[in-house]
Antibody, heavy 121, light 104 residues
Framework: EVQLVESGGGLVQPGGSLTLSCAAS????????MRWVRQAPGKGLECVAGISASGGTTDYTDSVEGRFTISRDTSKTTLYLQMNSLRAEDTAVYYC??????????????WGQGTTVTVSS | EIVLTQSPGTLSLSPGERATLSCRAS???????LGWYQQRPGQAPRLLIYGASSRAAGIPDRFSGGGSGTDFTLTISRLEPEDFAVYYCQQDGTFGQGTKVEIK
């Protein structure tokens, strides 16, 4: 079964750090681009960061550039999102998603169940 | 940066009716990268259409996508009860703001 399982969410104070993980199974992890997408309470979807299948190309939305880092470990078939200098506006459900090809530009056909990040004092 | 604008914001229809959702890009986009998603309350998004017009695996044929350049559409030919949800278009790293399809 193709599956993505996120973990690592929680409550963190403004300015703090958190690392999200996404464990992938049921497909050849090294062949597909991956992405983190978030959804603030009552809001729409926002692409946070993407990474190509090789890990050689990454992209970030402007609001997280320089604060968040996306990475992947092929040996562990796991996607990560290192989040630093967290702000209240980073509060959201964070989903990891698998792209349908090598580069993180097309559709995302597999999604995790999401992990909640709350930034509050 | 490309901006995707979806219309209408809310569509009120009855089961069995046809739904037509629009997604307009601020500049011409590559159709191969245009996708549509469905999100039901409390659930993760689900890919419906990729490459502007190709149905994803397991998606019923009442869902169809079309368009090119800056204008794209998602059509649901006959609404089933489970189709009442929010729909998003996506191009590369950008999502539209969503269209809610609600029961009239």
């Amino acid at each position: 079964e193709v599956q993505l399982v996120e973990s690592g969410g929680g409550l963190v104070q403004p300015g703090g750090s958190l690392t999200l993980s996404c464990a992938a199974s049921g497909f050849t992890f090294s062949s597909y681009a991956m992405r983190w997408v978030r959804q603030a309470p009552g809001k729409g979807l926002e692409c946070v960061a993407g990474i190509s299948a090789s890990g050689g190309t990454t992209d970030y939305t402007d609001s997280v550039e320089g604060r968040f880092t996306i990475s992947r470990d092929t040996s562990k078939t796991t996607l990560y999102l290192q989040m630093n200098s967290l702000r209240a506006e980073d509060t959201a459900v964070y989903y990891c998603a698998k792209h349908i090809s090598f580069f993180a530009v097309d559709g995302m056909d597999v999604w995790g169940q999401g992990t909640t990040v709350t930034v509050s004092s | 940066e490309i901006v995707l604008t979806q219309s209408p914001g809310t569509l009120s229809l009855s089961p069995g009716e046809r739904a037509t959702l629009s997604c307009r890009a601020s500049q011409p986009v590559i159709s191969a990268y245009l996708g549509w998603y469905q999100q039901r309350p409390g659930q993760a998004p689900r890919l419906l259409i990729y490459g502007a017009s190709s149905r994803a695996a397991g998606i019923p044929d009442r869902f169809s996508g079309g368009g090119s350049g800056t204008d794209f559409t998602l059509t649901i030919s006959r609404l089933e009860p489970e189709d009442f949800a929010v729909y998003y278009c996506q191009q590369d790293g950008t999502f539209g703001q969503g269209t809610k399809v609600e029961i009239k």
